[in-house]
């Protein structure tokens, strides 16, 4: 097991012992602080140059909201925006340059097109498995259709899918199939933290590259800002673990730092892959309590679908290490036993595509039954709410289950400012009073569902690289579905009026919020 290591500063009165982390933490948001205060002075300064930069800085917000208002294709972002930068128009342009743009520099554009474009000369879809789907159910073949010709990654009949329950049974799956390793291992999340979860993780990986097996690890800078020192990607290298940080965080701003590497990918051998919400840290197994009991999902896939998720980690390792891949050094033989129609695919805020939004549309507009959804965080735009508004009054029975404990209290306030536009439209929507909800899950009609990284809220459907497994038909679905139910029982249901403010600065406080969720 690995120590947690600290810096120990000797003081007069005593000993002072600081965590790495949080100093770095601390150290990059003074630095960042600083930035901005030199950046105000400037413009406050009463001087010539102070004009021609008020002047220069004006001129460049108003070109910014014309920019954001003929590009920008979420039409509350946009309005959020507009509304900072005509309020603040000295600062506004600016800080929607470095915070809310969503294009990336043409330079990781282009990377991302070549590599998206290698990716799917290997990632071709056979035609009659598309009609073989759509044979099923019409929405199916849309849904397939949509994911293979716009996104890029095929759907497949030759593979088998778990649905992981918990943290726990994803921890205890994972340890199991690492085990199995014989050629590589791909780890990829957004979080890594120190404790039982990834020591024992650890072990097991160095004893694989003791055993000749090669091991990569990818995770994400702010993700791991307070769990992992800074150079810990150079510890992983010294143990013969291949390792690389994504968009690893500068002192100067950059407009990058909105786009964060929020999937959870495991691929062994190209045989068995792994995703879902959980993160490699104690609270995600329960091992420790934040916020009452973790409650999360994963699925475990097997055969010919793994393919699009090892596929999903090259393309993100190349993304960050600037180094190309053989790609079909780690695709595993082609299985021709019939098996569940499961079709992995990845969402980036690159591309301008919002694919997890499209699938979650895709599934809440064809229900006939049912559709069951849980998510730790409920801030939705415009599309979404309409679509689930509509099909609630439509007579197609929508539940949604949020935590009822929070790990951020404003992002919490503003999920439960829908609750009230929700339940009137006849969404019945519960909180899970046990603890934190933390599982991203889609379930309709005890024949389709999706398992993956996406929260419903404005960052992960627009601004950070996600990933998720469409399921259709099979026993997962069956077990998704299962759990569902099962959770309601420990989970209260939003009346109406609930959490309506009782007072006219609440409801102005709520109204407030919903204007600024795109921001949170």
């Known amino acids: 097991m690995m120590a947690r290591s600290t810096l120990v500063i000797t003081m007069s009165t005593g000993t002072l012992r600081v965590r790495p982390t949080i100093l ?47 590009v920008d294709s979420v039409p509350s972002y946009s309005l959020i925006w507009s509304i900072v930068i005509l309020l603040a128009p000295v600062f506004g342009g600016p800080f929607y340059l470095l915070f809310g743009l969503q294009s990336a520099p043409r330079k990781v554009r282009r990377r991302v097109a070549a590599l998206d474009k290698e990716a799917r000369l290997l990632l071709v879809q056979d035609g009659q498995m598309l009609e073989s789907v759509a044979s099923r159910r019409e929405d199916f073949g849309r849904q397939a259709r949509y994911l293979s010709m716009t996104a890029g990654f095929p759907v497949y009949d030759c593979s088998h899918a778990r649905y992981l329950a918990s943290g726990e049974e994803m921890f205890q799956a994972l340890k199991a199939e690492l085990a199995k390793a014989e050629h590589f291992i791909f780890l990829e999340f957004f979080i890594i933290d120190k404790g039982l979860m990834w020591d024992s993780i650890l072990d097991i990986l160095t004893q694989k590259v003791a055993q000749g097996v090669e091991v990569r690890v990818m995770y994400d800078d702010i993700g791991c800002l307070f769990t992992l020192p ?35 990918i495991v691929v062994v051998d190209g045989k068995v892959a792994i995703t879902g919400g959980v993160n490699l840290a ?35 390792w190349s ?22 129609f499961i079709q992995p695919y990845a969402d980036n805020p690159i591309d301008h595509e919002a694919v997890s939004a499209s699938v979650f549309l895709n599934i809440i507009n064809s229900a006939r039954r049912y559709v069951y959804i849980t998510t730790p965080y409920l801030i939705v735009d415009h599309t979404i709410m309409t679509a689930l508004c509509l099909a609630a009054k439509s007579g197609v029975e929508i539940r949604i289950i949020t935590p009822r404990n929070w790990d951020k209290w404003l992002v919490h306030q503003t999920t439960r400012s829908y609750y009230d536009e929700l339940v009137s439209a006849g969404v019945m929507v519960y909180e899970y009073t046990y603890g934190f909800m933390h599982a991203k899950t889609f379930v309709s009609d005890d024949e389709t569902a999706v398992i993956g990284t996406t929260n419903l809220d404005y960052r992960s459907l627009y601004l950070h690289y996600e990933c998720g497994v469409v399921l259709y038909g099979g026993p997962a679905v069956t077990a998704l579905r299962d759990d569902f139910v099962e959770t309601l029982s420990v989970c209260d249901q939003v009346t109406p009026g609930e959490y309506r403010p009782k007072t006219v600065f609440g409801r102005i406080f709520l109204q407030v919020l919903r204007l600024f969720a795109p921001l949170l």
Not at 291 to 307: P, Q, S, Y
Not at 320 to 326: K, P
């Open 282 to 316: 104690d609270e995600y197994i329960n091992e420790v309590e934040r916020f009452g009991h973790w409650k999360d999902a994963a699925v475990l896939i097997e055969g010919n679908a793994v393919r699009s998720l090892t596929m999903m980690f090259l393309n993100m």
């Open 230 to 264: 800074p150079d810990y990607d150079r510890v992983l290298e010294a143990l013969g673990i291949r390792c690389t940080v994504f968009n690893r965080t500068r002192i100067v701003l950059t407009k990058l730092i909105n786009n964060r590497d929020h999937r959870k």
């Open 319 to 340: 993304l960050q290490t600037h180094h190309d891949e053989d790609y079909r050094k780690y695709m595993a033989p082609v299985s021709e036993s019939n098996a569940d």
């Open 24 to 70: 770095r933490a601390f150290i990059l948001a003074v630095l960042i602080v600083a930035q901005i205060f030199l950046f105000i002075w400037m413009i406050w300064t009463t001087s010539k140059l102070s004009l021609i930069v008020d002047i220069s800085l004006s001129i460049l917000s108003l070109l910014v909201v014309l920019y954001i208002v003929e």
